[in-house]
């Protein structure tokens, strides 16, 4: 179990801080935009946030995917890191408790892969 638990955290460390580059970490958030962005089309605001953080979302679900070799594993963490980031933009908790649900998440696989295979 902690071995798969060490790979998966690894791949959260990854996907969470070295690849997020800054424009991620301020456009998944939809009270923000990302530096550069224009958000109106002919008078119109146009929503980045939703790409950005389904974006982030996916490349953890894509690592989820690629280190376990379970699509469902990669599903459920790209819906359930999306849920979990879009309430810490929304102020529902700060980063610890954020961590904290990610860190459930990759532990709960962890469980399922050496109970299950």
């Known amino acids: 179990m902690f071995e798969w638990l060490f790979k998966l955290l690894i791949g959260h460390a990854f996907a969470d801080f ?43 679900g894509g690592l989820v995917y690629a280190i376990t070799g379970h699509i469902a594993l990669g599903f459920i963490e790209t819906c ?22 990610h860190f459930i998440f990759k532990a709960s696989y962890a469980l399922a892969l050496v109970t299950y295979g």
Request: hydrophobic letters at 40%.
């Open 80 to 101: 359930s890191h999306f849920l979990i980031d879009a309430g810490k933009c929304e102020r529902l908790y700060g980063i610890h408790v954020d961590q904290a649900l």
């Open 18 to 60: 070295a690849f997020q580059h800054h424009n991620f970490a301020l456009g998944k958030n939809r009270h923000n935009d990302p530096p550069g962005y224009k958000p109106e089309i002919h008078g119109k605001k146009q929503a980045a946030w939703i790409y950005y953080l389904a974006a982030h979302a996916l490349i953890h």
